[in-house]
Structures are given as C-alpha cells and as structure tokens.
C-alpha cells in the first residue's frame, strides 16, 4: 500500500502542519505492523522511498510557508516605509510652500526658486531599485538648498528688526529646539525598541524553523532504525522460502551459500550506520535540549505586554485606529472618484472609438474612390500605349517613306537651284536692257543674299542722309526767316558753283576729243554730230552688254540642262509610284492629328484629375497625421489616468490591509487602554497647559511680527514722502503736495504701492490692480490681502478711476 499523504491546498500551506509528537515505542510498533502487511523486498524499497518523499514533500511545504510569512513581513514593512515616505514629502512640501508664501508676502513678488512638487514626489516614490544613493542624493541636497537659501533670506530680514524681538524669538527657539530634541531621542529609542522586538521575533522563528528540522530528522533516524531491522526478518523469511522451494526443485547448496554470505556483509555494514546513528540522534537531543533552555530564557507574552515599549505601542496603536479612520473615509472619497474616472473614461473611449470608426469609413470611401480614378487612369494608360505601338510601327513605315521623300526634295532643291540661276538671267537681261554695267557684275558674281546685303547698306546709307537732312531742316525751321534765307541763299549758290564746274568739266571733254573751236558757225553741226556719237556709243554699250550676257547665260544653261535631265528622269520614276502613297498619308495624317487632339485633351484632364487626387491625397494625409496626434495625446492622458488610478487602488488596498491589522490590534489593546486612559488625561493635561502657554507666546510673537512689519512699511512709506518732499521744496507748497501723494495713494494698489487700481473684488470690495490679483489666482491664494476673504474668478470685475 501507498504511504503517500493526500495532496492539500495551497491555502492551508500558509502555516506549518501541527505535528503530535509520539514516543518511540509507539513509532516502532507502527513501523513494523506496516513492515509486516510488505509482501517482498521491493514492495518494501517502494513503500520506504514513498515515506522518504513524503517527508521532503513535508518540509519544504513548512519551508515555503515560513518563507511567504516573511515575504508578506517585508511587503508590509515596505508599504510602511512608502506611508512614510509619502507623509514625509507632503509635509516637506507644505513647509516649502509656506516659506515661499511668506517670502511672496514680505518681497510682494514672485519666487523662482519653487520645487517642482511632481518631479521631487516621483523621485520620492518612483526611484528603481538600481539606481544609486549618490543619484538620489542629487536632488534632494538642491531642493534642500533652495530651502536653505528661502531661510536665510528670512533670517536676513529678522535681523532688521528690534533686540527685544530677537531675544524673544532666541529663547523660543530654544524651548523648541529642546523639545524637538527630546521627540527626536524618544522616537529613536522607540524605533530601537521595535528594531529589537522585530529581531527577536526574528530569531524565534529561526529556533521554530530549527526545531522543526531536527525533529525531522529524528523520525528519519528512527524510521531507519525500524526499517533496519525489519528488512532482516523479511529478507530471512524470504530466504527460509526460498530454501524450502529449492529443497523442492533441487537447487544448488552454492548459490545459498553466497547469498548467505552477502546479506551477512550487508547487515554488517547496517548496524555500523546504525551505531553512527544513535550517536548522531545522542548529539541532536542535546542540541534540542539547549534549544529548549534558549526558549525558555526569551520573554513571555505577559512580561512584553508589561513592558514600556509595549505601552508605547498602545498607545500609537489608538493614535493608528483614529489615522485608520480617517484613511477609510478617504479610502470611500477615492472609490468614488475612481468610479467617477471610470465612467468618464469609458465615455470617453467609445466616443474615441466612434469618431475612429466614422473617421475610418470616411477614409475608406475615399480610398476606394482614389482606387477606382487609379483603375481608370491604368486602363487609359494601356490604352496610351498601345496607340503608341502602333504609332511607332506607323513611324517605322514612314521613315522608309521619308528616305524616298528625301530623295524627291533633293531633286526639287535642284529644280529650285535651276530656277534660282533663270532668275539670275532674267535679272542679267534686265541690266543689260537697262544699260548698267554694276548690275550686271553684280548679278553675275553675287548671289541673291549678297545682292539683298549690298542693298540694304545702300538704303541704311540713305536713312542716314535722310536724317541729316531733317536734323537740318529741323534747325531751318528753328531759325529766323533773314537767317533761312540767307542759308538758301548760299546753298543755292554752292548747287550752281557745283553744275558750273560740272560743265566746264564736260566742254573741256568734248573740246580734248573734238577739237571745237568757239566759231558761232560750227556749234550746231558740233552738237548734232556729237549727239549721235552719244547714241551710237551708247548702242556700242548696250549690245557689248548683251554679248557678254548672253555668253554667259549659254554657258550656265549647258550645265542646267544636263542636270534638268537627270533630275526629270529621276522625278518621272518616283512621282508615278509616290502620287498615291502621298494621297494616302495625307488621309492617315489627318486622321492622326485628330486623335492625337483628342488624346492630348484626354491626357491633360488626367492630368488635372491627377493634381487634384493628389492634393487629396495630402489633405488626407495631413489630415490622418492630425488625428493621430490627437489619438496619441488622449493615449497619454489614458496612461496618466490609468498610472493615477493603479496608485490609487495601491493605496486603498495598502490602507484596507493597514486597517484589518490596526483592527485587530485594537481589539487586542482596548483591554490595556483602559488602565493607560487615566495617566494618559494626565499627560494630556499638562500637554494642553503647555500649549496653551505656547499659543500665547505664538500669537504674542504674531502681534509683534505684523506691528514690525506695519512700522517697517511705514517707514518704507515716510521715507519715499521724505525723497518726494526734498525733491519739490522749493515748487509748490508743501500742504499741496501730501494732499497729492496721498490723493495717489489711493489711487494705487495697497498690496504693491507700485500700480494704479483697476479691478475690485465683489465680496469684500477692495481694489487691487490686475497683475497682483492675476498673481493671487495662480498660485491659488484665493483670499483679499487686506481683509482676507476668499474669492473666485467671477468676483472680479474691472473699474475705471
């Protein structure tokens, strides 16, 4: 049969087991009836592992249960420092934000050196494991800096005031200071106090936790023992069976003979381990006796509760029950507010999850609508191409037809080279028809460009003739009629010198080939015959002209003619295969510029349609980004929400646990706080006297405060109306202008004295000037500086002095 215990659960783990301890005959008699129901050797190997198992199982069982009672110790005491830590820095913040209240008061102005309450409360709380002290360290000695250095600037201004003053506050401050010495050594002895007790319920539990261990160990020993002896009989029986079954079947004497000799050396070396094990179990027996005597020398539950530490802690436990109170109502404040935040913000996320899920159809359509455009524009894209297919194997084709093109315009350039030089003739024929000789050169030797360039030099020549001409006719007109006159006069006369000259010349001419005399007789028959030597010289030229014209033109006209020929035959061969492919294309042509107008209307629309999906695309776009930004900033606020309210079920649950202990120690304590109650009344009487007499030197101390710093802002004031005073005491009489400071003292602001009143508290109507209200509603001292009633931001209104 199976020794094996029956699983338990992991609930009843939490302390160990009671064990009932039984004397050794009794555990020997339950060892060997079990032995006895054994049938074999390995029935009995099987059922000892089992009972081995089973006690390891035992002990680590107790094991893990001490060690989650130590794990939930630690937990709590960590919970308790954290507590500690969380009052100690909201109390150092007060006691921050007051000095700086104070400094604000006293220099009516803002100061910069205030600590950042959330940056120094998750430093406080929110610090890892890994980081060092010295890291730690870093903001805490600069915030205590700034403290230090608000202090010192209040001492500097206490040490303006009067000796008696000092004195006064010296001796307080030393009545305080022996006070805060003898909380401070009494809250180190108690903390001593607690450290002692927890170490000593420390080391009781290690003495438990060692007991245990050996008892175990001890009912192994004796399981061993029994087992020991136990194994021998059987293994005897099973031999004296085995014996009579081989005197049966005739077995070997020498087989016997051997395993005789075997379990003769095995139960040898048992009763040696046997023997070292009763001396082991000798040795545990005094260490469990001298256990037992340390036990017996730790304190009783009686002698502890009679202790002064103890009574300490009753009455910190009263104090803790009233705490536990007031931490419950917080507690149910908090679930409220949690419940509050939750459904707000289970609003919140399905109004967020409806503007996602319309914004996210909007988007989809409009998708789609891009998707089908993109479609469009593919299926018009591959149609473009084709037509470009086609269009390139139509180019193909006619750039063939273009070589054969090329070759009819060459021949045609020389049919127009051919009509260039006819015209060149033509225009030969013309100067020799005319007479001129320079026409003929020209015609002959220059080509049609030439000719084009020497002509318009001639007529840019004339232009500029022409402009001088009226650049001189403009300065005719501007002259007087005597002067104009008198310039046609001798331009007149310069024209006839010139014609007189001229003719001189020509009779000289004709008198050097004719020899004329001046007779009267002869000029007649001079003339006549000097008239038809002019006719026939001038037919000399004109047939000279045409000779050497005509010579010319023969010459020029051979070579024509011989590339005429040549071209027509090669015109005659192409323009009977090329008049109807020519017809043909230009049909084609036409046809290809129509739907490449269509084409081209089709593409630029595309192109709109294009540009302006595009610039959807980006409004989506910039859109989406948008509204991703606004997704991320309402994750962060969930976050901050969500870490707000972790630490806040952290903190009920630390103060639910806080307030099931406090329960029930103050179930435990009620009974000794009875006998505590009266000497208690009479502490607390002589705490309230002493308070009492503290009060009464504080608010002493107050009055004296607020009168030195009235006279001091009297001073302040009488000074400034000295230097106003000494400024003005020759203009003016004196009477006139206090009447006018102190007409501008009403005007201006009673808690700066710098600017003029312009907004009024409704509540208590005192008027201020905007900036020192502004400063009172931001840092949330919502109270009138002179009479002190709160207000809000609807009680302000401006006024108009």
């Given amino acids: ?381 591959e149609a473009i191409q084709r037509t470009l297919e086609l269009r390139n194997s139509k180019d193909q084709i006619e750039l063939c037809q273009n070589n054969e093109i090329r070759i009819i315009a060459n021949t045609r350039k020389d049919r127009i080279i051919c009509l260039e030089k006819q015209i060149q003739r033509l225009n030969m024929k013309k100067a020799t028809d005319a007479g001129d000789k320079e026409l003929l050169e020209m015609h002959d030797n220059a080509t049609a460009e030439e000719i084009i360039e020497k002509l318009r030099k001639q007529i840019e020549e004339q232009k500029k003739e022409l402009e001088d001409k009226t650049m001189r006719l403009k300065s005719y007109e501007l002259l007087p009629k005597n002067e104009r006159e008198q310039q046609e006069i001798l331009l007149s006369n310069e024209h006839f010198k010139k014609d007189i000259e001229t003719l001189k010349d020509k009779i000289k001419n004709y008198e050097k080939i004719y020899g004329i005399t001046e007779n009267p007789t002869t000029d007649k028959a001079i003339s006549d015959m000097a008239k038809r030597l002019r006719d026939y010289e001038e037919k000399n030229k004109k047939l000279e002209l045409k000779c050497a014209s005509q010579e010319k033109g023969y010459v020029k006209l051979l070579a024509e003619v011989e590339k005429i020929g040549m071209a027509w035959q090669k015109l005659e061969e192409q323009n009977s295969s090329k008049v109807l492919n020519l017809t043909e294309k230009e049909v084609q042509i036409v046809k290809l510029i129509a739907e490449r107008t269509k084409y081209d209307q089709k593409c630029h629309a595309l192109m709109k349609e294009k540009a302006n999906s595009n610039n959807y695309i980006i409004a989506l776009k910039r859109q989406s980004e948008k509204q991703l930004e606004l997704i991320r900033k309402y994750e962060d606020h969930e976050k901050n929400l969500t870490s707000l309210i972790t630490i806040a079920e952290k903190n009920a649950e630390n103060n639910l646990s806080l307030i099931e202990l406090h329960k029930k120690k103050a179930l435990e304590l009620t009974e000794v706080c009875d006998e505590q109650k009266e000497k208690l009344e009479k502490i607390n009487k002589k705490f309230i006297e002493m308070n009492n007499i503290i009060r009464e030197k504080t608010i002493n101390l107050e009055s004296e405060i607020v009168k030195n710093k009235r006279l001091g802002e009297e001073i302040i004031a009488s000074k400034k109306r000295i230097e106003i005073l000494s400024k003005y005491e020759n203009s003016g009489d004196s009477n006139l202008q206090k009447q006018l400071e102190e007409y501008k003292a009403l005007l201006k602001c009673p808690s700066c004295n710098i600017q003029f009143k312009s907004h009024v508290i409704m509540r208590c109507m005192h008027v201020f000037c905007r900036e020192c209200i502004d400063k009172r509603v931001d840092s949330r001292q919502r109270k009138c500086p002179t009479c002190g009633e709160s207000f809000g931001k609807q009680d302000i209104k401006q006024i108009y002095l």
């Fill in 1 to 381: 049969m199976d020794r094996k215990r029956p699983q338990t659960d992991d609930s009843l783990l939490n302390s160990p087991p009671g064990k009932i301890l039984k004397t050794d005959n009794e555990l020997a008699e339950e060892d060997i009836s079990k032995l006895i129901t054994l049938d074999s050797p390995d029935d009995y190997l099987l059922a000892y592992q089992k009972e081995a198992i089973w006690r390891r199982m035992e002990s680590y069982k107790s094991e893990l249960a001490r060690t989650k009672e130590r794990v939930n110790k630690l937990q709590n005491r960590e919970q308790k420092y954290l507590d500690k830590y969380m009052i100690l820095g909201k109390y150092w913040l007060k006691i921050e934000e007051e000095i700086n209240q104070f400094l604000s008061k006293t220099e009516n102005q803002d100061i910069d050196n205030a600590i950042d309450s959330l940056e120094f409360l998750k430093k406080l709380y929110q610090s890892e494991d890994e980081e060092r002290l010295e890291v730690l360290e870093k903001p805490f000695i600069n915030y205590f800096n700034k403290i230090k250095n608000s202090l010192d600037k209040i001492v500097e201004k206490k040490i303006e005031k009067p000796i008696n003053e000092k004195e006064l506050i010296n001796k307080i401050e030393k009545q305080n200071k022996k006070s805060s010495d003898e909380v401070i050594t009494y809250k180190s002895k108690l903390e001593e106090v607690n450290t002692k007790i927890n170490d000593l319920e420390e080391q009781i539990n290690d003495f438990k936790v060692q007991i245990t261990i050996l008892e175990n160990k001890l009912n192994k020993k004796k399981c061993l023992t029994t087992s020991a002896k136990y194994s021998t009989l059987n293994k005897d029986s099973a031999i004296g069976h085995s014996s009579l079954s081989d005197s049966k079947g005739d077995v070997n004497v020498t087989k016997l003979s051997e395993e005789l000799s075997e379990i003769a050396a095995r139960s040898e070396t048992r009763l040696k381990k046997l023997k070292e094990m009763e001396e082991e179990k000798l040795k545990l027996e005094n260490e469990l006796n001298n256990y037992k005597i340390q036990l017996a020398d730790v304190p009783n539950e009686e002698q502890v509760m009679e202790s002064p530490t103890y009574k300490n802690l009753q009455i910190q436990c009263g104090y803790l029950k009233s705490e536990a109170d007031s931490s419950k109502a917080q507690l149910e404040k908090i679930i409220r507010e949690y419940e509050a935040l939750k459904s707000e913000r289970q609003s919140f996320m399905d109004q967020l999850e409806q503007e996602e899920h319309n914004r996210r159809k909007s988007l989809m359509s409009d998708i789609r609508k891009l998707m089908q455009e993109v479609t469009k524009l593919q299926s018009e894209k």
